[in-house]
């Protein structure tokens, strides 16, 4: 059973940086699994930010795109979202999840079926 917790979240001024930790646990072999960063404002829906498959490769929406970057250590069995040029509007609770099979579409909350508790980032003005 895997079990997925974040860390690192906090407060920040708009233009800081966070770098966000999600540490896997269990008997798994971390280097099989698709990974992703999601977020979710108050009252909005929850959405992809970031993945990076199995081979490395990463992805990130266009809202965060040369400002976050998604990497993995498999070693560690961690994947890390560091997180430059905060704007207010990133304020979320990020979550990180996994999955074995990575068939579904990167940014569909479906396509993953192990998540952590969330971090809270808040950016202010």
């Known amino acids: 059973q895997v079990r997925l917790v974040e860390s690192g979240g906090g407060s920040v001024q708009s233009g800081g940086s966070l770098r966000l930790s999600c540490a896997a646990s269990?008997?798994?072999?971390?280097?099989?699994?698709?990974l992703a960063w999601f977020r979710q404002a108050p009252g909005k829906e929850r959405e992809g930010v970031a993945t990076?498959?199995?081979?490395?490769?990463?992805n990130a929406v266009d809202s965060v795109k040369g400002r976050f970057t998604i990497s993995r250590n498999n070693d560690w069995k961690t994947v890390y979202l560091q997180m430059n040029s905060l704007k207010p509007e990133d304020t979320a609770m990020y979550y990180c999840?996994?999955?074995?099979?990575?068939?579904?579409?990167?940014?569909?909350?479906?396509?993953?079926?192990?998540w952590g508790q969330g971090t809270q980032v808040t950016v202010s003005s």
């Open positions: 999840a996994a999955d074995r099979d990575c068939s579904g579409e990167h940014y569909s909350t479906g396509a993953y079926r192990t």
């Open positions: 269990g008997y798994i072999t971390f280097s099989w699994y698709c």
């Open positions: 990076i498959d199995r081979d490395g490769n990463t």
